[in-house]
């Protein structure tokens, strides 16, 4: 069982940035894709960045675009998302996914390629 542990949420100005972490203990890390998806309030889950086992990134929701970043420290067992710029759009909880090691699972919009799941980290934009 791999279980993931996201960290770093909390309550940001409009304009400012975060970086969440979620560290995967005991894993052997660099084996697996991760992604991170959102879900705001009342509303679905939404995949925002895929980082692959092969080192291939991948962004699935535009309004994301120049401001979230992903990365992974394998010597760590950890993943990043760095926000910046963020808007009260950006208010969810944010959660870490991972596939299965290696071609078990995929990245997607939809998280069907996901087969682990943190408990999530809510991030609240507000003035």
């Known amino acids: 069982e791999v279980q993931l542990v996201e960290s770093g949420g909390g309550e940001v100005q409009p304009g400012g940035a975060l970086t969440l972490s979620c560290t995967v203990p005991?894993?052997?890390?660099?084996?697996?894709?991760f992604m991170w998806f959102r879900r705001p309030p009342g509303k679905y889950r939404e995949g925002l960045l895929c980082?692959?086992?092969?080192?291939?990134?991948?962004r699935y929701h535009d309004s994301i675009k120049g401001r979230f970043s992903i990365s992974r420290d394998d010597a760590k067992n950890t993943l990043y998302l760095r926000l910046n710029d963020l808007t009260p759009n950006d208010t969810a909880t944010y959660y870490c996914?991972?596939?299965?090691?290696?071609?078990?699972?995929?990245?997607?919009?939809?998280?069907?390629?996901?087969?682990?799941w943190g408990k999530g980290t809510l991030v609240t934009i507000s003035s």
């Open positions: 005991g894993s052997s890390f660099g084996d697996y894709s």
């Open positions: 996914a991972a596939a299965g090691p290696r071609n078990e699972g995929y990245c997607s919009a939809s998280g069907a390629g996901m087969k682990y």
């Open positions: 980082s692959a086992w092969s080192g291939a990134t991948g």
